[in-house]
């Protein structure tokens, strides 16, 4: 089955600086990608997506980047506020009503 | 903006015991998930249901899971015989199914502790 890895597992920034968030997957089959960021307490709140015919998306600060042959799709965000410090989750999953794999969350925390 | 909400929030309950946790999706979706985190591990898949039957499971939903959509709001998880290792965070989504692929839509989760 599909597994899904995230990397770091945790990332500090200086409020201001950018912060990327890679994932790798292992299943080819997989078309979909969403991330997810959660804040303590709360469960994952959808930030951004990307299918397999789009190589990038951007939405005002944050974009995802995607390489199907390589396997591996990438989160980044600019210009970090602290308000972005929270866990952020990459997934896969062959469509967005299939089943979601997860990676394991960055840990991102934002000083200012 | 639409919510799904999980209650309760923390669920404290013996082993052996009985379970339900409860979700009321987002009004219109008709995709409902399941999925667990256990602490310092993944959030992992339970299962999907559609048009009131399950549409995938995984390995973890064995015969002691069953959801159920028992009216036009609800939509719940039942754990027949608690385990210690179910003591997890419990999420519930859902998605919208018209318009094109839409994502799925995560609640804040219930903390279930198994004594």
């Known amino acids: 089955g599909e597994n899904v890895e995230q990397h770091p597992s945790t990332l500090s920034v200086q409020e201001g600086d950018s912060a990327v968030i890679k994932c790798t997957y292992s299943?080819?089959?997989?078309?979909?990608f969403p991330w997810y960021k959660q804040e303590l307490g709360k469960g994952p709140q959808l930030i951004i997506d990307?299918?397999?015919?789009?190589g990038e998306k951007k939405d005002q600060r944050i974009a995802v980047t995607l390489n199907k042959t390589a396997k591996h799709f990438s989160l980044h965000i600019t210009e970090t506020q602290p308000e972005d410090s929270a866990v952020y989750f990459c997934?896969?999953?062959?469509?967005?009503?299939?089943?979601?794999?997860f990676g394991a969350g960055t840990q991102v925390v934002v000083t200012p | 903006e639409p919510e799904v909400t999980q209650t309760p929030s923390h669920q404290v309950t013996q082993m052996g015991q009985e379970v339900i946790l409860r979700c009321v999706p987002i009004?219109?979706?008709?995709?409902f998930y399941w999925y667990r985190q256990i602490l310092g591990q993944k959030v992992e898949f339970l299962v999907s249901?559609?048009?009131?039957?399950?549409?995938?499971k995984s390995e973890i939903f064995d015969d002691q899971f069953s959801v159920e959509r028992p009216d036009g709001s609800n939509f719940t998880l039942k754990i027949r015989s608690t385990k210690l290792e179910d003591s997890a965070m419990y999420f519930c989504?859902?998605?919208?199914?018209?318009?094109?692929?839409?994502?799925?839509?995560f609640g804040d989760g219930t903390r279930l502790s198994i004594l």
């Open positions: 989504a859902s998605r919208d199914t018209t318009g094109g692929p839409q994502p799925q839509h």
């Open positions: 299943d080819s089959a997989s078309n979909y």
């Open positions: 990307i299918r397999s015919n789009v």
């Open positions: 997934a896969a999953s062959m469509d967005s009503w299939g089943k979601l794999q």
């Open positions: 009004s219109n979706h008709l995709y």
């Open positions: 249901f559609y048009n009131n039957e399950i549409s995938e």
